[in-house]
């Protein structure tokens, strides 16, 4: 199978990257990172999530924030929804698109939604029934796929099962995330391909942490597996705060540099993506994620 001419990533910093930050975050500096990435050329960015803000008090402000993101043309601004409560209060926010998360383990499902695998996927249906029917599309994330913090190993079987019924349900496409980066290339080529037996690749997306630093060969494994869509977070941010030990997700400057590297084309601005990552971290008081980003900064 050839590599993909083109990738699109889907920018999940402003969401999965600062869900897991224990300080508050101005509303101004979350617009303020959404706002830069836009200009940096990221055409699909989750902007935040309508959770309970009782289990993930840093996306408590993602109405304000929807309010006040500047909407470039062309750009997909989307927001994480568990439930139908959730889906209102973001298309109330102009959220252009949702996206649900499954678990392909029990025990990380109970952890983090409070629920069976079942009776999530229960729950997603009229969600996704409500959403289609206003013509707002949803993504799928199943979480999980290659490792899980509380059951440990997770059978290829049980991801493809979840997978293939968030497809079945109306989800346009479903990422697949390896939740702890706990994943190596062998085993990502081995589930794209097990996946892809039901859905079509081009409906398919990784996601990967880079806990054991395994996500960018992970990500190669996916496109040599013909996967084009990768989730990431500029500067590297980002975590589960009900995954043990779930570091941050492949920072999106070094995806593209990758990218670039292989000719693959994404339509994002590398320089201006690190000068984004970069103000970011300021604010945030953390070290820069991205090793692309280090490099060029250091290089001056
Ligand atoms: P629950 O406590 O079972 O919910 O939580 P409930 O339906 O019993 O409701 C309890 C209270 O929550 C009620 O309020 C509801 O109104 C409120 P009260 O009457 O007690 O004041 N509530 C809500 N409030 C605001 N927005 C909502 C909402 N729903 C209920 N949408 C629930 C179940 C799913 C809500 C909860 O467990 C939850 O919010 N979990 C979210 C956890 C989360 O956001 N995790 C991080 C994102 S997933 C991730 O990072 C993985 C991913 O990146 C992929 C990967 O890496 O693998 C996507
Ligand atoms: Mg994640």
């Known amino acids: 199978m050839s590599l993909p001419h083109r990738v699109r990533l889907v920018e999940v910093g402003p969401r999965d990257g600062l869900q897991n930050e224990k300080r508050p975050i101005d509303v101004g500096d979350k617009v303020r990172l959404i706002d830069d990435l836009g200009q940096a050329g990221l055409s699909y960015i989750e902007a935040g999530s309508f959770v309970s803000p009782k289990w993930v008090p840093q996306m408590a402000g993602s109405g304000e924030v929807f309010a006040a993101i500047e909407r470039l043309p062309g750009r997909v601004y989307a927001a994480l929804t568990p439930n139908v409560q959730g889906l209102e209060a973001a298309l109330a ?66 991801v493809a099962s979840v997978a293939r019924e968030l497809f079945a349900m109306g989800c346009y496409e479903i990422s697949l995330g390896d939740t702890i980066g706990v994943g190596t290339p062998g085993q990502t080529r081995a589930l794209f391909s097990a996946v892809a037996r039901d859905i079509p690749r081009e409906r398919l997306a990784g996601h990967f942490h880079d806990t054991y630093g395994q996500a960018l060969a992970n990500i190669y494994a996916g496109l040599l597996e013909g996967i084009a869509v990768f989730d990431s977070s500029v500067a590297g941010l980002g975590g589960c705060p009900y995954a043990k030990g779930a570091s941050g997700n492949v920072a999106s400057e070094d995806v593209i540099y990758l990218l670039e590297g292989l000719g693959i084309h994404s339509g994002v601005d590398l320089q201006r993506l690190i000068a984004a990552g970069e103000r970011i971290c300021r604010v945030l008081g953390r070290e820069n994620g991205s090793q692309v980003a280090r490099a060029r900064l250091a290089a001056g």
């Open 93 to 158: 926010a102009g959220a252009d698109e949702v996206a649900v998360f499954a678990a392909a383990s029990e025990a990380f499902s109970q952890r983090n939604i409070n629920c069976s695998i079942a009776d999530s996927l229960l729950r997603f249906a009229p969600l996704i029934a409500q959403a289609t029917a206003r013509g707002v599309r949803v993504r799928g994330y199943v979480s999980c796929v290659l490792g899980c913090p509380y059951d440990g190993e997770v059978p290829v079987a049980q």
